[in-house]
């Protein structure tokens, strides 16, 4: 049971222009989402989070939208430069009174590239 | 800073070796975690540390032994494993890891491991 979904493996982008990366997810009890990107053989860096009481929560480039309604969030990177280039993937906690603390559950990951 | 750092990057190990993976963080974080990450999947958590005590183990094989020496420190003991194991693992750590998902977790750089 996937509970976090990014459906788009790859995503091309032209240099300077928006890149949005989609998510989505079906457990209603997620109340922290994040996003990350990841080079080939690195760990992930942590890019921009958001907790379920905001639907939008914006950081330089990058901005991230909430639709609980929907389950839905996407992070938005504008303008996209060709070092925006890696795998992001979208990933979501849930509180459960504590008994799953710190249990990050991610997406499959999407292939962002950016071309000059 | 940021920063959590693992040792060694690469390792490749016999199936009847014991070898250690070891994690470090000086952010003053109190939880601490390994995933598996296998090629284009996302990463799986395998253990949770809160307060140098074990909170969460994913039903991993006891082949994998991890360790809480302090609390800047994880170590992931590894013996007796199979070719499928091969995988990057990943440490992370945050804040505190009893305030479920309110918290932003910070990856390594991973441990690329290769089991013959």
């Known amino acids: 049971d996937q509970q976090v979904k990014q459906n788009s493996p790859s995503l091309s982008v032209q240099e300077g222009r928006i890149s949005i990366l989609n998510c989505d997810y079906t457990n209603s009890m997620f109340d922290y989402f994040l996003w990350y990107k990841k080079y080939p053989a690195e760990g992930p860096t942590f890019l921009i989070s958001i907790s379920s009481i905001k639907d939008k929560n914006e950081d330089g480039r990058f901005t991230v939208f909430l639709n609980k309604s929907a389950k839905h969030l996407s992070l938005h990177i504008v303008p996209s430069q060709p070092g925006d280039s890696a795998v992001y993937f979208c990933?979501?906690?849930?509180?459960?009174?504590?008994?799953?603390?710190?249990?990050?559950?991610f997406g499959q990951g999407t292939i962002l590239t950016v071309h000059p | 800073d940021t920063e959590v750092t693992q040792t060694p990057k690469h390792l490749v190990m016999g199936m009847t070796n014991k070898k250690s993976l070891k994690c470090e963080q000086h952010?003053?974080?109190?939880?601490m975690y390994w995933y598996k990450q296998k090629a284009k999947k996302p990463p799986e958590l395998m253990f949770v540390?809160?307060?140098?005590?074990?909170?969460i183990n994913e039903s991993v094989p006891s082949r994998f032994s991890p360790e809480c020496p302090n609390s800047s420190l994880l170590n992931l003991h590894l013996h007796a494993l199979q070719p499928e194991d091969s995988a990057l693992y990943l440490c992370?750590?945050?804040?505190?890891?009893?305030?479920?998902?309110?918290?932003?977790?910070?990856f390594g750089p991973g441990t690329r491991l290769l089991v013959l």
């Open positions: 992370a750590s945050s804040q505190d890891g009893m305030l479920a998902g309110v918290e932003t977790q910070y």
């Open positions: 990933a979501a906690s849930l509180n459960a009174g504590g008994t799953s603390y710190g249990k990050l559950t």
């Open positions: 540390y809160s307060y140098e005590k074990l909170s």
């Open positions: 952010m003053g974080h109190r939880a």
